[in-house]
């Protein structure tokens, strides 16, 4: 069995860190993703009964399409109260926002009484919340159901097995009992007193049988063929479950996980997160939003076109090559702000008091109206709503020699707004190290992403360009 877990150091830009699970037979992580669906099915049906109204089959349906939705839901026993709380507004806001839109243009919305869909819609995120809540309360008297502690042994000891350790005896939730650690040094050699040394690789199958030993974790490097072979060996007379801790995280890890193709076992290193269903998520979300939004805008836009035709001559959209997914060149649509349109090999980025903008084209790049026509970018597929922001190709070319993994930013479809930009790196990068910054969080957000950071930085991107004057 091949597992990948991240040492506790492995902290991003975000705050945010790699999750953890609470160990094999995990019954308690079972009721945590249970809780989302649960929840909200039961707070529907509870609405239902106490105004009256039958279940008919149209409940029915409705509670399997949220199951459908939200299971496995989001992991809560581990956050603050605070991200508790967010998490679950955003979710239900995003599941509401799609019942409400398949409601109403298929015409079953009108199958439900309003006051159930009203009271619903504040009692659902208020039972998640309170159920979440309890859960954290049970949480030690389901761990005792789940029988005693698994026991566990680490080998391998580097800075990866320490920190891996402390994780696991750090975490309350933990099921798992470590015992120490093996390596084939002898305790004089390693450099970590603090740690529990059990004994060399010769008398690791031995501590397994007087031990007990259920879990194995291999924290070997991968040059050590030898000693994990070794390893493997002396443990095919047991039967402990036997993970592998790859020494992978020197490596900048972009949704790294565990996969099989052709029957063997592989590991990601780079990859984008947009595959299988989050990919289906992450387009219908951008269809969805940009569709919306547009009809909403569409007088904004209208106005805007007539602004620009009658003050400065030429085209009203200004169109500019950029990278797009997988590095493939994509033409990018904004309304025009400068008197020139630039698109060749050399592109100077726009500077506080440049002769180039217009006074229309000021008030357009300060409040970002500039970018409204990307929507179409977005209904075309060539962009999405959140993501990377697209550089010019000039701009791409010259940084990408600069910047160690500037191309892997192009792992996603580039957005209107993303995690830089609302950190900060909105606007002129005038230097390396403000490029820099840019792409560390760029990256972040492929380590990270879910369909509830899209959400707030959406919401974050509002207020941003209401109040920031980095934009020029």
Same mark, same amino acid.
Not at 14 to 28: A, K, N, R, T
Not at 320 to 328: F, K, M, N, T, V
């Given at each position: 069995?091949?597992?990948?877990e991240v040492?506790?150091?492995s902290?991003?830009?975000?705050?945010?860190?790699?999750?953890?699970?609470?160990?094999?037979?995990?019954?308690?992580g079972l009721? +945590?993703?249970l809780?989302?669906?649960v929840?909200?099915?039961?707070s529907?049906?509870?609405?239902?009964?106490?105004?009256?109204d039958?279940?008919g089959?149209?409940?029915?349906?409705?509670?399997?399409?949220?199951?459908?939705?939200?299971?496995p839901?989001?992991?809560?026993?581990?956050?603050?109260?605070?991200?508790?709380v967010?998490?679950v507004?955003?979710n239900?806001?995003?599941?509401?926002?799609?019942?409400?839109?398949?409601?109403?243009?298929?015409?079953t919305?009108?199958e439900?009484?309003?006051?159930?869909?009203?009271t619903?819609?504040?009692?659902?995120?208020?039972?998640?919340?309170?159920?979440s809540?309890?859960?954290?309360?049970?949480?030690?008297?389901?761990?005792?159901?789940?029988?005693?502690?698994q026991?566990?042994i680490?080998v391998?000891?580097n800075?990866?097995?320490m920190?891996?350790?402390r994780?696991?005896?750090?975490?309350p939730l933990?099921?798992?009992?470590?015992?120490?650690?093996?390596?084939?040094r002898?305790?004089q050699?390693?450099q970590?007193?603090?740690?529990?040394f059990?004994g060399?690789?010769?008398?690791?199958?031995?501590?397994?049988?007087?031990?007990?030993?259920?879990?194995?974790?291999?924290?070997?490097?991968?040059?050590?063929?030898?000693?994990?072979m070794?390893?493997l060996?002396a443990?095919?007379?047991?039967?402990?479950?036997?993970?592998?801790?790859p020494?992978?995280f020197v490596?900048?890890?972009?949704?790294?996980?565990?996969?099989?193709?052709? +029957?063997?076992?592989v590991?990601?290193?780079?990859?984008?997160?947009?595959?299988?269903?989050?990919?289906?998520?992450?387009r219908?979300?951008d269809?969805?939003?940009?569709?919306?939004i547009?009809?909403?805008?569409?007088?904004?836009?209208?106005?805007?076109?007539?602004a620009?035709?009658?003050?400065?001559?030429?085209?009203?959209?200004?169109?500019?090559?950029?990278?797009?997914?997988d590095g493939?060149?994509?033409?990018v649509?904004?309304?025009?702000?400068?008197?020139?349109?630039e698109?060749?090999a050399?592109v100077v980025?726009?500077?506080?008091? +440049?002769?180039?903008i217009?006074?229309?084209?000021?008030?357009l790049?300060?409040?970002?109206?500039d970018?409204?026509?990307?929507f179409?970018?977005?209904l075309?597929?060539?962009?999405?709503?959140?993501?990377?922001?697209?550089h010019?190709?000039?701009?791409?070319e010259f940084?990408?020699?600069?910047?160690?993994?500037?191309?892997?930013?192009h792992?996603?479809?580039?957005?209107?707004?993303?995690?830089?930009?609302?950190?900060?790196?909105?606007g002129?990068?005038?230097?390396?190290?403000?490029?820099?910054?840019?792409i560390?969080?760029d990256?972040d957000?492929l380590?990270?992403?879910?369909l509830?950071?899209?959400?707030?930085?959406?919401f974050?991107?509002?207020?941003?360009?209401?109040?920031?004057?980095?934009?020029y």
């Amino acid at each position: 069995m091949l597992k990948v877990e991240v040492p506790a150091s492995s902290v991003s830009r975000m705050g945010v860190s790699q999750p953890m699970s609470f160990g094999s037979g995990d019954l308690l992580g079972l009721l +945590d993703s249970l809780l989302c669906p649960v929840a909200l099915i039961t707070s529907l049906l509870v609405i239902a009964m106490l105004q009256g109204d039958p279940l008919g089959p149209q409940y029915w349906i409705l509670c399997i399409l949220v199951f459908a939705l939200t299971f496995p839901g989001q992991k809560t026993l581990q956050s603050s109260v605070g991200q508790l709380v967010i998490n679950v507004v955003i979710n239900w806001l995003w599941i509401m926002t799609l019942f409400l839109f398949a409601g109403y243009a298929s015409n079953t919305i009108a199958e439900f009484p309003k006051t159930v869909l009203k009271t619903w819609l504040w009692a659902a995120p208020v039972a998640e919340i309170g159920i979440s809540l309890l859960m954290r309360v049970a949480a030690p008297g389901v761990l005792r159901l789940q029988g005693p502690r698994q026991r566990a042994i680490l080998v391998g000891i580097n800075a990866q097995a320490m920190a891996f350790g402390r994780r696991l005896t750090a975490s309350p939730l933990s099921h798992i009992e470590l015992l120490g650690f093996v390596d084939s040094r002898s305790p004089q050699r390693l450099q970590y007193p603090d740690m529990q040394f059990l004994g060399t690789m010769e008398q690791l199958a031995a501590l397994v049988h007087t031990q007990r030993v259920q879990l194995i974790y291999l924290s070997l490097p991968m040059s050590s063929q030898p000693r994990i072979m070794q390893a493997l060996d002396a443990l095919k007379d047991t039967t402990a479950s036997i993970y592998f801790v790859p020494d992978m995280f020197v490596t900048d890890l972009i949704q790294g996980h565990a996969c099989a193709v052709c +029957d063997t076992a592989v590991i990601a290193v780079c990859e984008t997160p947009f595959t299988g269903l989050d990919g289906l998520v992450k387009r219908a979300s951008d269809i969805v939003f940009s569709t919306l939004i547009l009809l909403l805008i569409s007088p904004v836009l209208l106005g805007i076109a007539v602004a620009i035709k009658f003050s400065m001559h030429g085209p009203v959209l200004f169109k500019q090559r950029r990278y797009g997914l997988d590095g493939q060149e994509i033409v990018v649509y904004k309304f025009r702000s400068m008197r020139v349109s630039e698109d060749g090999a050399t592109v100077v980025q726009a500077r506080r008091s +440049d002769a180039r903008i217009t006074p229309l084209g000021a008030f357009l790049r300060r409040t970002s109206l500039d970018e409204l026509p990307q929507f179409f970018n977005v209904l075309q597929g060539r962009m999405s709503i959140v993501g990377p922001r697209p550089h010019a190709v000039a701009h791409n070319e010259f940084y990408r020699k600069q910047i160690k993994g500037y191309m892997v930013r192009h792992k996603v479809k580039p957005g209107i707004t993303g995690w830089a930009q609302i950190s900060g790196f909105r606007g002129e990068t005038d230097t390396l190290d403000k490029m820099q910054g840019r792409i560390d969080c760029d990256l972040d957000y492929l380590r990270h992403w879910s369909l509830a950071l899209d959400v707030k930085i959406i919401f974050r991107t509002i207020l941003l360009v209401l109040h920031d004057r980095k934009a020029y």
